[in-house]
């Protein structure tokens, strides 16, 4: 840890581009205002399976200001093939206009390119596609099953769980299920693209300006030099900004073939269908305990959707892994292919859908027992990563439940169910565990320092909504010795230095890291030339003693003794430093993850069978916090994200053709001002030197995970009655 002081780490700092999201100064990826900008609208597939006969576009193309109408009936010359598009996934992307299949409902069949909105939006209506359609499958209950693909869907073993579970005192065999969710930011997904000769600038909605570059660059078979992608800011995304969908290609596309800049923005309908969901899940738990609660087994059986062109796979059986120290554990996943587009990890990717049903089943273990939730819970805390052996960096999660305990108030708790009661509502309480890796990436970061005494840092990241201009400006302020106001940073540029995706809270860790060796490099570059400068008050003292704090190097202990930034760079006629930073990460041997103590409790009104949450606590194990303020929005927000999945969300899918039939924000549920009652977060204390050099941990995912299982236990407690189903409906529970 640096000795350099620390102002702006740890401050409750404003968004230092609030002002500017507040005002509508913001330049979201639609906002741009590009000369000869035209406009494309995509025309999407009205069945679920089969092939185009046939594209009439002589009504369209007859319409003033159309410019173009593509389908693949043009035969556009993209290079799609092997090993050119990169995917996460087994299987291949969704190639743009390639053939004639239909894949599943809403799949983009033709785009028209016009000279204003309007006219684009009334030709796409004028389109006539004939199909020969097929009966689509939609339905994972009613689709056969294989095996999932590696690395996270392959099976894993330790011990002999089935023999261990026939020989427990106590079994439990249960199954829970999860409905779709959609990801659902405010900001559409939305592309503008303009080609210069052969060189491409996006302006695009993405949580990941480089994997965009690198596809776009691979589809028209141009350098990766020649692609710009351009991504300032993010309204929101959840993880489904992660890909490249297909429209980001069509717009391109578009712009090639009109020679003009084209820009694209899905509606709210079709981002149902093409932009990624969270799949459905069943997941099947067997487990078996001593009398005390001690587990000996558990037996995880995992099955989702996914689309028949593409094997989607996450960490959904991680968590069952470590969690808790099961001596003998047996886990398998298994994927539906239906004919739907490609599912894309969405908050708490895996872990969150894993949290439900391992968080409600201990929770009906210890119903069963009769021992306290929480107690349960310590008894079976791990000393080490039951998976593999390995020292945790850091688990505080006992402690999380102590705190969360003492200021949730549960030892008040009765712990018979439907026993408390306000009025007309039955009142209950529930508490769940939620946790989810470090994950860590190699990243970069350039700073430069200006005559002036203020400095620009960059880096090719994202803000998707966490704070991340505020946090790496925060990392930079004092690695640097500077004032907040005195630091710039800035992001959403492929041509800036290399980061990873904005998701899997890979950034904080990663690029903040980077931030923090980039800033350590120039200040110790200053200090070097301070100290060889004979005009220099800090003329021959050792290096090591100097500070540097609000733009001036000083000797540790006496202020008095030193010189700001601006007069020595002037003095040795410099008109800037620069350095570049880098982080490449090490796992030196350590299972790391951020841990998570969720408390809820509900009222559910006994006639009408209507849930709401009345206050929620969630206590953190998330190391060093950076920001406190926009850690607390961060968990309040992954509150709401979890209430929404507990109680709210979910998308209904007419398994005749595949249509969605709630693709819209009045009847796809999210929570709203009302829905969301007191909500509260605290953070241990401390930092995780072990995990990465800035001492950070997991938090934008954690903070999901845990949510929607102490929801769902809280409205046990509440009436009696257990529901393994999410979303948890009035229909449920009458």
Known sequence: MSSQPQAAVGAPLSRVDGRLKVTGRAGYAADHDIPGVVHAVVVDSSIGRGRITAIDTRKARAE??????????????????????????PGERLHVFQDDVVRFFGQPVAVVVATTLEAAQYAASLVEVTYAAEPPSTDPAQAPAQPGPAPFALPYARGDAEAALASAAVRLDLTYSYARNQHNPMEPHATIARWDGGKLTLWDKTQWVMGTQNELAAVFGVPLENVRVLS??????FGGALLAWPHVTIAALAAREVGRPVKLVLTRRQMFFTVGYRPTYEYRLRLGSDPSGRLGATI????????????????SLMLGRMLYAVPNVSQTAQIVPLDVSTPLWMRGPGYSTAAFAIESAMDELAHELGVDPIELRLRNEPATDPSTGQAFSSRRLRECFQVGAREFGWSRRDPKPRATRDGDWLVGTGVATGCYDVFLSAAQAHVRLDANGTAVVQSATSDSGPGTYTSMTQVAADALGLAVRDVEFRLGDSAMPLAPF?????????????VQDAGDKLRDQAIRLAV???????????????????????????????????????????GFLEALGSYAPSRSGYSMYGYAAMFAEVGVDARLGVVRVRRMLGVYDAGR???????????????????????????VTDHRDGRIVN?????YLVPVNADIPALKAIY???????ADPIGVKSLGELVQIGVAPAIANAVFHATGRRVRELPITAEALL
């Not at 995880?300 to 960490?315: D, I, L």
């Open 684 to 690: 241990l204390d401390g930092r995780d030197d072990q």
């Open 232 to 237: 300032p800011f993010v309204g929101g995304a």
């Open 663 to 667: 693709a819209n924000m009045a009847d």
């Open 625 to 651: 916090i950076i920001s406190p303020k926009l850690a607390d929005s961060q968990a309040i927000g992954g509150m709401v994200g979890g209430i929404g999945t507990a109680l709210l969300e979910h998308v």
């Open 502 to 514: 904005q998701g899997s809270s890979t950034t904080m860790a990663s690029v903040g890291s980077a």
């Open 532 to 574: 060889a400068d004979e005009r220099s008050p800090l003329y021959g003292v050792d290096a090591g003693n100097i500070v540097v704090s609000r733009g001036r190097l000083h000797l540790k202990g006496d202020n008095l003794r030193g010189e700001t930034y601006r007069d020595l760079l002037a003095r040795n006629g410099r």
């Open 300 to 315: 995880h059986e995992v099955k989702y959707e996914t689309s028949r062109y593409q094997q989607f796979w996450e960490g």
């Open 64 to 89: 003033a200001g159309v410019l173009r109408v593509l389908s693949h009936l043009d035969k556009p010359a993209l290079a799609y093939g092997p090993n050119r598009v990169s995917t996460p996934f």
